[in-house]
């Protein structure tokens, strides 16, 4: 079965520069979550769309925007990075939002150098 | 005080034992509940939904309790394989927008040891 697929797995970066995350939720599905997760930490909800318009958002810094495509992709943009962006972004997806379970995707490993 | 609070661990316990995570969640607007397991470094993996009347799968047991607000997760007959981070996850509806939110617990790590 098609699971949520996020690019790239893994993604260096330099202080200051500009990193694109992105998410393709799973078929059908119409709501998308985005999550950092930083060591030993819990995942920490940045925003959320449902049928391509922001849903929800949550600590996200200014420094980041989101949107979802007319495809249900979506991408994550993170501007003037700082090392302590470095983490695990998480992008799920779910049918029905707040009435269905969210499926993950692999993640995205950014460090900050 | 966390949205959702969960045992810290970690859990240490022999293969074969019966474990129980404990969750509490303060929003009285939660909808759903889930627990999901974390392994190192790897996306949250969907374990089981919760509902009121409790559900079973497997050697996998999650209760409910709405009035306490209170959700449990049983493992029983622990294998290598369990250990892991458990994520207690409360969807809750944020009436003023209409939309929904993911609320992760910050998990519970239990070891199966030979």
Known sequence: AAGVIQSPRHLIKEKRETATLKCYPIPRHD???????????DPQFLISFYEKMQSDKGSIPDR???QQ?????????????ELGD?????CASSL?????????????RLTVV | ??????????????????VAFNCTYSNSASQSFFWYRQDCRKEPKLLMSVYSSGNED???TAQLNRASQYISLLIRD?????SATYLCVVMVRNSGAGSYQLTFGKGTKLSVIP
């Open chain 1, 31 to 41: 709501t998308v979550y985005w999550y950092q997760q930083g060591p030993g930490q």
């Open chain 1, 64 to 66: 980041f925007s989101a």
């Open chain 1, 69 to 81: 495509f007319s495809d249900y992709h979506s991408e994550l943009n993170m501007s003037s990075l």
């Open chain 1, 86 to 90: 470095s983490a695990l972004y998480f």
């Open chain 1, 96 to 108: 029905a939002q707040g009435l269905a379970e969210a499926f993950f995707g692999q993640g995205t």
């Open chain 2, 1 to 18: 005080r966390k949205e959702v609070e969960q045992d810290p661990g970690p859990f240490n316990v022999p293969e074969g034992a019966t």
């Open chain 2, 58 to 60: 497997g050697r996998f």
């Open chain 2, 78 to 82: 622990s294998k290598l394989s369990d």
